[in-house]
């Protein structure tokens, strides 16, 4: 079985600075991770995923991601945030076809 | 461009009554997938196809159904609403059912059941 953790439902940031969202997972086969936006009132848009071709994975909108099997996290980070990055971010693990996702983050970002 | 739909966007019922939501995407995937989202649980699988005439139970089916009789559509029924399934609806397709594919999202369908 496999499952994800978002720590912290809320996070707030000023505008230009680390975004940082955290996600660790429980899985019993070597994990595919996903990053997941979703902006108000629309449906969820890929960010970036994991698929074991490199830890560090880049993603749109200047995210990027890093995989560390040793602490079994995929913390999601935006070095400089901007007020489009307002929205909810969901980790996501797949394995047997079928995705498992975490409770979502929500993000906002102050002037 | 290849896109998913759903329809309506917005929904409001009463206890008891039928409800059919609409999902078609237009990307010619095999693989078709209808989710709900409510506060504090992400979204959460209810019913899944790889294909035509394929359909599978989630990890949240009771009281929901879904029939692919097509590529291109999978309607998910209530068949009795209820107060427990107000939530928002989101249908998603991926092209293989490889680990690594991307699964594409609609925009959602906000169910009120009063």
């Known amino acids: 079985a496999q499952s994800v953790t978002q720590l912290g439902s809320h996070v707030s940031v000023s505008e230009g600075a680390l975004v940082l969202l955290r996600c660790n997972y429980s899985?019993?086969?070597?994990?595919?991770l996903f990053w997941y936006v979703q902006y108000p009132n629309q449906g969820l848009q890929l960010l970036l995923k994991y698929t074991s071709a490199a830890t560090l994975v880049k993603g749109i909108n200047g995210f990027e991601a890093e995989f560390k099997k040793s602490e079994t996290s995929f913390h999601l980070t935006k070095p400089s945030a901007h007020m489009r990055d307002a929205a909810e971010y969901f980790c996501a693990v797949r394995a047997g076809g079928k995705l498992q996702f975490g409770a979502g983050t929500q993000v906002v970002v102050t002037p | 461009d290849a896109e998913i739909t759903q329809s309506p966007r917005h929904k409001i019922t009463e206890t008891g009554r039928q409800v059919t939501l609409a999902c078609h995407q237009t990307?010619?995937?095999?693989?078709m997938f209808w989710y709900r989202q409510d506060l504090g649980h992400g979204l959460r699988l209810i019913h899944y196809s790889y294909g035509v005439q394929d359909t599978n139970k989630g990890e949240v089916s009771d009281g929901y159904s879904v029939s692919r009789s097509n590529t291109e559509d999978l309607p998910l029924t209530l068949e009795s609403a209820a107060s427990s399934q107000t939530s928002v609806y989101f249908c998603?397709?991926?092209?293989?059912?490889?680990?690594?594919?991307?699964?594409?999202f609609g925009p959602g369908t906000r169910l009120t059941v009063l």
């Open positions: 990307w010619n995937h095999n693989n």
């Open positions: 899985s019993s086969v070597p994990p595919y």
């Open positions: 998603a397709s991926s092209e293989s059912v490889a680990d690594t594919d991307t699964q594409y």
